[in-house]
């Protein structure tokens, strides 16, 4: 048992070294060499556990998939209503990006459109992930919440789409520098067109402030990026 510990622990600090080394020099141009020196360790080590540098850089999604999967399933099993997952699905991903970006140029600029990691067990993890927001419109529908003709892959195409649009151009061009200021931009975009008449003026009555009350979750303050902002994307 200790020595399995042990190996896992070899191969979580070699792929973590490796996601810093592909993410910053590029996945071709980056060599075994240099994973070796990001990791403390010897090239002979990386070939013990991985035997080739992309048998190595399909390994890496795994871990933060399977994790991050579980802390949104958490999350939203504390979350009521689908337009309030949907809202904490969007902010969880743009999260997860403004704060691991070493991992999101991995996805986005490498991987995605890998042919052959779409083979690999680690895409299917990072699909599992997508299922979740599937889940959450299916059940704004089956509740009544949505619109019975809302096509959940479109809602969710239209929704992880905006979100890797935004992490692309952070990626290349440096901005937008602020991810988060799109979470009730985008949500409200996607809630508004898919949500029953009456479910639409809950919603929009939940962001207005309530007279004479004090301030609660629904009167929080919603930031909305100015319209410059929206011109360079």
Not at 138 to 146: T, Y
Not at 203 to 210: L, N, Q, T
Not at 215 to 231: I, M, N, Q, Y
Request: hydrophobic share 40%.
């Amino acid at each position: 048992m200790a020595a399995k510990t042990k190996a896992e622990g070899r191969r979580r600090v070699i792929r973590r070294a490796a996601q810093r080394v592909f993410a910053q020099k590029g996945y071709h141009e980056a060599t075994i060499s240099e994973v070796a020196h990001e990791a403390g360790i010897s090239e002979a080590t990386i070939y013990e556990y991985f035997s080739s540098k992309e048998e190595l850089l399909f390994s890496i999604p795994g871990e933060m998939e399977r994790k991050t999967k579980e802390t949104l399933e958490f999350i939203l099993d504390h979350v009521r209503g689908a337009s309030h997952k949907i809202r904490a699905i969007i902010y969880h991903y743009l999260w997860l990006y403004e704060n691991h970006l070493d991992y999101g140029a991995l996805i986005m600029l490498v991987l995605k459109h890998n042919r052959k990691f779409c083979e690999t067990d680690a895409y299917q993890v990072v699909r599992e992930r997508a299922r979740v927001l599937l889940r959450v419109v299916e059940e704004g529908i089956a509740s009544g919440e949505f619109r019975s003709d809302t096509n959940p892959y479109l809602v969710r195409a239209m929704i992880l789409g905006t979100v890797e649009h935004l992490i692309i151009r952070r990626l290349l061009i440096g901005g937008p520098s602020d991810l988060w200021q799109f979470v009730d931009a985008l949500t409200d975009q996607i809630i508004i067109g898919i949500r029953s008449d009456e479910a639409r003026e809950e919603w929009r009555r939940a962001k207005e402030p309530s007279e004479g009350s004090g301030p609660s979750r629904s009167d929080a303050p919603r930031v909305k990026p100015e319209l410059d902002t929206w011109s360079e994307l």
